[in-house]
Each structure stands twice: as C-alpha cells, then as structure tokens.
C-alpha cells in the first residue's frame, strides 16, 4: 500500500498547531487568572480590618489531561464565611467568576488564533 505523499507533513504541522494552541490557551487563562484577582480584590464588598483576606485573593492555573483550569479563591481559612455567610452579602469570588464568565471562551478563541 502506498503511503499519501506529504502526510507526514499534514500530520507534523497539526501537533505543532496543536502544542502552540494548548500553549496560548494556558498564557490566556493564566491572564484570565490575573485579571479576575484584580477584580475581586477591587470589588470585595466588605471593609478591611486587616487587609489579609483582600491580600490572599488569588488564582491557579493548572493544565492535566482534562483540560485547563483556572480557579479563584480567598486563601485566609475564613474566606469561606465571606463567600457564604450573611446570605453571601461578602462575596467576591463567585459575582467574580459570573461575571468573567461570558468574556471566557471569547478569550480563549483570541488566545488560541
């Protein structure tokens, strides 16, 4: 059987693609990341005392072999109370993320051409 001329070509240039895509949607959820830390550090609906839970605001961005994921959180061990407690009148995190949330893929589709 003979082999289809240039496949080997079609086949090099789409992991390469592919490594480049995966690359640049990593750098743009890393930013997606950053930006969604400065939002909810801005925004953070309660009056500091200390400033460490506004200080501890932050995101990770991990790759494996489901895909990219960028998660928000507040570090301090009661940044879950501000989160839920008082009908979630503190929260940062979630209006956060809902907010970037329609901006996502938009970004991503930037990111990866």
Known sequence: MSKLQ???KVLEN???WQRVAL???EMTMGVLGTDMVNHSKNTAPWTDRTGLARKSINSVTM???QGIST???IGMEYGVF???AHGGRFR???PTVDSFRGDFMARIARGIQ
């Open 6 to 8: 240039g496949l080997d």
């Open 14 to 16: 789409a992991a390469t």
């Open 23 to 25: 690359k640049r949607a």
């Open 63 to 65: 790759t494996d072999t």
């Open 71 to 73: 998660s928000l959180g």
């Open 82 to 84: 501000l989160e839920l």
């Open 92 to 94: 940062t995190v979630t």
